[in-house]
């Protein structure tokens, strides 16, 4: 791990007022519900976060809309957008991109989910499939980029962070009493943006960090202190599919202390199911992965207030009526 305090390079409160107004230009905050429903479930006060409510169905379009407005103010002359995602952060991208008329071209794993395939083309990306899982198709993004001659967008920066986090300074305003919040990890944007936001404010809330049992990358390379590359086999939580930690959220997570707690496709559909019949709202598998976590945590006490970020909605139907029939990951979704 770094020498230097990775915290000190997190957004402050200026910095994440300053996404908050840019990420208000596109939209308004999403609104963050208690159901009674899934309060019984979990026998206490649970705070959700609708990031599901977006324009894209996902957190990750305020990271894009925050990068895209600070990489126009000082590189005005990119001639276009090349990155790697399973969806949710391309789909930012294009979104973010599309009102300007910058080209944006986006590369998938092969097999990914077609129903963010369409949606990133509906925005007006380039969609390309190429690669076995999320690490190749970044390899393939840096190859194309360099092609292309056109700016390779990371899935973590701090740009990124600034403008997630913000959905986390919304909750953590709106709800003073919150005691846990339980944050999905992919590539880490969405759980450092939740540390900012939580230190910003100074707030009470313990930030925890949740991983998948079959994409355990992060979750072993905070508990060795080493980056560890770790095969992803995740059948439902797709946006929790990475192989390689980013080094500089795995610093932010660790000076942070942070605390994961590993899920496993099966509690990921427990928790989609439980996501739709307690508030009827449709959850992807990362989606529904903070409230997996919330349900099993052995740290929580009774009658906590605790609170999750629904983060993405956006699963395939196919895929989504298996899971509401039974389905819990343990057979790949076309067997």
Known sequence: MTTTDPLALLPDLATLRDAQTIVQRSFASTPQYRWPLLEARAGGPVWVKHENHTPVGAFKVRGGLVYLERLR?????????????????????????????????????????????AAMRALGAEVIETGEDFQAAVEASIALATHRAWLRVPSFHLDLVAGVGTWALELLEAAPELQRLYVPIGLGSGVCGAIAAQRALGHSAEVVGVSSMHAPAYARSLATGTLTSCVASTQLADGMAVRTPDPSALSIMHAYGLRVLSVDDAQVADAMRAFFADTHNVAEGAGAAGLAALLADPMRGAGECVGTVLCGGNVDTELFARVLSGFNGTQRPNQ
């Open 73 to 117: 103010a000082t590189h005005p002359d990119v001639p276009g957008l090349v990155s790697a995602t399973r969806g949710n952060h391309g789909q930012s991208l294009a979104f973010a991109a599309r009102g300007i008329g910058l080209p944006v071209a986006i590369v998938v794993p092969e097999g990914n989910s077609r129903e963010k395939n």
